[in-house]
C-alpha cells in the first residue's frame, strides 16, 4: 500500500490569518510535513481582529503560549464583553457580555424567573445578574478561579491585542518549529491538467513552490481559492448593508477599560477598542448612505485620543466563498470571506477554520467527502454568525436616518426571523449544540435591542413566588461585591508584569 500521506504544506499569505496557520500547522513538522508560508511586505495586511472572544485562549493553549507573556509581547487588554450604545434608541446602552446570567432553578432558565419578576418591577437590570457586565462597568479584572464553588470561577474573557503584533508573535513560535518562510509575491498559480488542483506557486523570484495541500490566507483577493479556482462568492449585503470602513489608531485614552465599545452612527457604528500603547478607532459604514471624506472625517473626530495617523479606507463586501475548501485548497480568512467585526468573529472564524482543517485533515487523495463536511460545517457556522450580527441592525427603534430605516423595514434569513419570533412569543431560545454565541448571548442582545416577550415560560410558575423573590434579591448584590473586590483593570495588568503605556508604532487594525 502506497504512502499517501500529505508531505508538504503551503500557505499563501502572511497576517494573522496565516501565521495562524502556520502554528497550528507547525505540530505537523514533527511528523515530517514541510510547511512554507509565502508572503510579501509590499503587499499591505488588513489586520483584522484586535478585538477577539473566550475561544481565542483555547487557541493559545493548545500552542502552548504564556498567557502573561502573550499579553505582554502583544500590548493586550483583557476584555468582558461589548457595550453596544445608541443601537436600541439613541441614549440607549446595553452589554453584550460574557459568562452567563444567574443561574438556572429547578432546570427552569434563569431568565424567565427574570421576565416574570420584571414585569411586577421586583427585579434589577438583568445585567446586574451578570459578574462579567458588573465588572465591566466598574473596570474591574482578574481571571476566574478554578474552585467551581466561587462565584469568581463563572468569569469568562478574551482580549484586545494587536493583531500585527499578535502576527509577528506567532511567527516566531511558527519558525522556531520549523516553518520555512519566503518572501516574495507569488505572480502565478500552476493546476494540474487532469483535475485542476493546485500544483505550485510561482514567485516573483522565479522560485516554483510546489505543495500537495495550499492555504489561502490572501485576503479579499483569494490568490488561490478564487483567481484560479473560481470557487465563487455568495454576497451578504441585503443584509449586511455596511461595506466600507475607516480605521484610525489614537493615543491611548485614560485607563484601558475591560471592553470593546460599540456605537451606532447614523450610517453603520464605530468601533473603541482599547489597547496598552493606543486606541483602535473606526467607523463600519454603507458607503450608499455616506461618503468616504465624510465618514474619515467622522472617524478622526470620534477618536479616543490624538489621532497617530491618516485614516485607512477598507471596502468589502458581506458575505463567503460558495467553497472555502476547493480541491486542495482551504481559504482562510477574508481569502474566505467576510462578516464585518460587530462581534468579533473574525480571528475565531480563523482559527474555527483551522480546527476543522486538523479534524478532516485529508491524505494527498483529497477524498471529496471531506472537504464537503468542512464546508458544510463553514456555511453552517457563517450563517450561524451572520443572523446573529443582523439581529442587531434589524431590531431597532431608530428611524432617525435612511440606514436606520431600511435596517429596521428589511426582510431577515427565515432562520433569524425563526428565532426572534420564538423569543418574542415567551422568551424561548433555541440552539444547535455547537453554534458559536450562547443561549446567554442572543438573550443579552434580544432584550438588548428592545425584543421583550409577551409572556415567560409557564413552568417559572412551578416554583413559590416568595422563594424566586428571595434568590433573585440575594444574587444581584452578591455579584456586585464580587465584583467590587476584584482589581481595577489596569492595575491587573500592572501586577501581571505588563509594561507601562508606549508611543504606538504600528497600524490601526480593523476591529
Known amino acids: 500500500m502506497s504512502d499517501r500521506r500529505i508531505r508538504s504544506i503551503v500557505i499563501v499569505g502572511g497576517g494573522t490569518a496565516g501565521w495562524m496557520a502556520a502554528a497550528a500547522m507547525a505540530r505537523l513538522g514533527s511528523a515530517g510535513v514541510r510547511i512554507t508560508l509565502v508572503e510579501s511586505e509590499e503587499i499591505g495586511t488588513i489586520g483584522v481582529g484586535e478585538a477577539t472572544i473566550p475561544p481565542i485562549r483555547t487557541f493559545n493553549a493548545i500552542l502552548g503560549l504564556d498567557e502573561d507573556d502573550f499579553v505582554a509581547r502583544t500590548k493586550a487588554t483583557f476584555k468582558l464583553g461589548i457595550e453596544f450604545v445608541d443601537w436600541t434608541r439613541r441614549g440607549h446602552r446595553y452589554m453584550h457580555p460574557f459568562g452567563e446570567f444567574g443561574a438556572d432553578i429547578e432546570a427552569v432558565k434563569f431568565h424567565q424567573y ?209 467553497k472555502l475548501w476547493d480541491r486542495n485548497v482551504v481559504a482562510l480568512g477574508l481569502a474566505g470571506g467576510f462578516l464585518e467585526p460587530l462581534e468579533s468573529t473574525s480571528i475565531h472564524l480563523v482559527q474555527a477554520g483551522i480546527s476543522k482543517l486538523l479534524a478532516l485533515f485529508p491524505d494527498r487523495d483529497f477524498d471529496p467527502i471531506l472537504a464537503a463536511e468542512y464546508n458544510r460545517l463553514s456555511d453552517l457556522q457563517l450563517e450561524q454568525i451572520r443572523d446573529f450580527i443582523i439581529l442587531h441592525y434589524k431590531a431597532t427603534e431608530r428611524d432617525d436616518s435612511d440606514f436606520w430605516r431600511a435596517c429596521r423595514d428589511m426582510e431577515v434569513p427565515e432562520s433569524l426571523a425563526r428565532k426572534i419570533a420564538l423569543f418574542r412569543e415567551n422568551g424561548r431560545i433555541f440552539r444547535h449544540e455547537d453554534e458559536l454565541f450562547s443561549e446567554a448571548s442572543w438573550l443579552a442582545v434580544l432584550l438588548g435591542q428592545g425584543i421583550v416577550p409577551r409572556r415567560y415560560d409557564p413552568l417559572a410558575d412551578m416554583l413559590d413566588d416568595d ?45
Open 114 to 322: 427574570w421576565l416574570k419578576l420584571r414585569a411586577r418591577g421586583e427585579a434589577a437590570e438583568l445585567e446586574d445578574y451578570n459578574l462579567c457586565a458588573v465588572a465591566a462597568k466598574l473596570g474591574r479584572f482578574q481571571r476566574p478561579v478554578r474552585d467551581a464553588r466561587s462565584i469568581l470561577s463563572t468569569l469568562n474573557y478574551a482580549f484586545h491585542f494587536d493583531a500585527s503584533l499578535y502576527a509577528a508573535y506567532l511567527r516566531g513560535y511558527a519558525e522556531a518549529r520549523g516553518v520555512v518562510r519566503l518572501e516574495d509575491k507569488v505572480v502565478d498559480v500552476e493546476l494540474r491538467g487532469e483535475d485542476g488542483f493546485v500544483e505550485a506557486v510561482k514567485l516573483a523570484g522565479d522560485l516554483r513552490v510546489e505543495g500537495d495541500l495550499f492555504i489561502d490566507c490572501s485576503g479579499f483577493r483569494g490568490l488561490l481559492i478564487e483567481q484560479a479556482l473560481k470557487a465563487g462568492y455568495e454576497q451578504w449585503t441585503r443584509w449586511l448593508p455596511c461595506d466600507r470602513a475607516v480605521a484610525i489608531p489614537s493615543q491611548s485614552a485614560g485607563e484601558p477599560l475591560p471592553y470593546t465599545r460599540s456605537t451606532a452612527l447614523n450610517a453603520g457604528w464605530q468601533w473603541r477598542i482599547p489597547l496598552q500603547h493606543r486606541t483602535g478607532n473606526g467607523y463600519v459604514y454603507s458607503s450608499a448612505h455616506l461618503s468616504d471624506d465624510e465618514a474619515a472625517a467622522t472617524a478622526i473626530a470620534n477618536a479616543a485620543g490624538t489621532p497617530l495617523g491618516e485614516p485607512r479606507l477598507i471596502r468589502f463586501a458581506a458575505g463567503r466563498r460558495r
Open 467 to 511: 422563594d424566586v423573590r428571595g434568590t433573585l434579591a440575594r444574587m444581584a448584590p452578591f455579584i456586585r461585591q464580587a465584583a467590587e473586590k476584584m482589581p481595577l483593570h489596569s492595575d491587573y495588568l500592572k501586577q501581571h508584569g505588563m509594561p507601562s503605556a508606549q508611543p504606538a508604532t504600528s497600524k490601526g487594525a480593523f476591529a
